[in-house]
């Protein structure tokens, strides 16, 4: 009889909370789409590639990740272009270049680290403090989903932070987080989109 | 008496040929040592010092200090323009290729075991120049930070231990590459301003 009534309670239990988990998956979805569409145009930049392999599976898995917050930044109605959409070597030379030919709203580099996410943000003079702010949000955005200990603070002057103009964070993902983990890769780039301010015409 | 005149020909011909040989050879050997080492040491002074050498320990340089031999070179010489300034880099590059020592296990090598210094050269202004073999990019693969520290620890090494040093430029096989391991800017030599805020 006990078990029964656990039985019972079980199944009218794991319908409310599904229908929960999904209505806040979809509050989430559209919360991320209004951060998304604050951005104009963006470039995304998958690091390395070609011959150029980076750790392993990184470049790769940052091309994956490319993709992925492409098609979101694209529902949105964002323009997009990536640096590259193959497996082929860009020298970093021709991304910078092809980010301030374009001049976006946002730039976003991808790459993996050995231990812990990092976000380097770009040190042009009139990208700087919007580069700084988004920086910041996407660090204290990471600590709170992964911890403080897997995010780093450090600020290094990258080639790419510190020839392109145009506001803009290069994310390092540490590379023992498994991007083929659909879940994680969510937490992640609700966490990276989050952190770009929606627009005021966006804001509710 | 013809003969006498052609023989004395050819020998003027034949040794006018192994004199431009031979200054050839000398102007080769000239230039392959210019860019690089003292190969030879010249007197028989020699001295033992100090070392402070930076190597990358977490997302941190750690120091090791280590005892080095410094031969035909005044410890002290802070002329950029001497050997002397030359052997005491050249010294402190040939510790750093060794890697750590004291701090092995705890601290990385800069570059994969196996790294050989091509050249080596300190210009007016305290620009070292250092040519590595390519194998220096070979091994584990650097993320930005890892990328950083290695640079930061030449720099630092050099920057300490040989008077004079500014900035530290990186060849490789004797050719400037816009970067390094994919994150740096190695076009740009590696000096103070380049350090975090």
Same mark, same amino acid.
């Given at each position: 009889m006990k078990k029964l009534f656990a039985c019972l309670i079980i199944l009218l239990i794991l319908p409310a909370a599904c229908f929960a988990n999904a209505a806040h998956a979809s509050e989430g979805d559209g919360d991320l789409k209004r951060h998304a569409a604050s951005v104009g145009e963006i470039v995304i930049d998958p690091g390395h590639g070609g011959f150029d392999s !980076?750790?392993? !599976?990184e470049k790769e898995s940052v091309l994956v990740l490319a993709g992925k917050l492409k098609d979101i930044f694209r529902e949105a109605g964002t323009k997009v272009a990536l640096t590259r959409d193959a497996n082929r070597y860009v020298s970093l030379q021709e991304r910078a270049s092809r980010v301030n030919n374009e001049m976006p709203d946002l730039y976003i580099g991808l790459h993996r680290s050995r231990t812990k996410f990092s976000v380097f943000s770009v040190m042009e003079d009139s990208a700087r403090a919007d580069s700084e702010a988004i920086r910041d949000r996407m660090l204290a955005g990471l600590a709170v989903a992964f911890g403080e200990d897997a995010v780093s603070m450090r600020q290094v002057p990258l080639y790419m932070t510190e020839h392109i103009h145009a506001p803009g964070v290069l994310v390092e993902i540490p590379a023992n987080i498994d991007l083929d983990d659909e879940t994680v890769s969510a937490s992640i780039i609700t966490k990276l989109l989050q952190a770009l301010e929606p627009s005021p015409e966006n804001r509710h | 008496m013809r003969v006498l005149w052609i023989f004395l020909a050819l020998a003027l011909i034949a040794a006018s040929l192994a004199a431009g040989v031979y200054k050839g050879r000398m102007r080769s050997v000239e230039q392959r040592t210019l860019p690089g080492l003292p190969s030879a040491v010249e007197g028989n002074d020699w001295e033992v010092v100090n070392a402070r050498l930076f190597f990358p320990k977490g997302d941190a340089l750690a120091a090791e200090e280590r005892r080095i031999t410094l031969r035909g070179a005044s410890a002290n010489s802070a002329n950029l323009a001497d050997t002397a300034a030359l052997a005491r880099a050249g010294a402190v590059m040939d510790e750093l290729l060794r890697g750590p020592i004291l701090l092995s296990g705890l601290a990385e090598p800069l570059v994969p075991s196996g790294t050989t210094l091509k050249g080596l050269f300190i210009d007016a202004d305290g620009t070292v120049y250092i040519d590595l073999d390519r /194998?220096?990019? /070979?091994?584990a693969p650097k993320d930005a930070t890892g990328e950083y520290l290695s640079v930061q620890g030449f720099y630092e090494s050099l920057k300490q231990n040989v008077g004079g040093v500014r900035a530290v430029k990186f060849l490789i096989d004797g050719k400037e590459l816009d970067t390094l391991w994919g994150h740096l800017d190695a076009g740009r030599p590696v000096a103070d301003e380049y350090d975090e805020e």
């Open positions: !980076g750790l392993p !599976g | /194998s220096a990019l /070979s091994g």
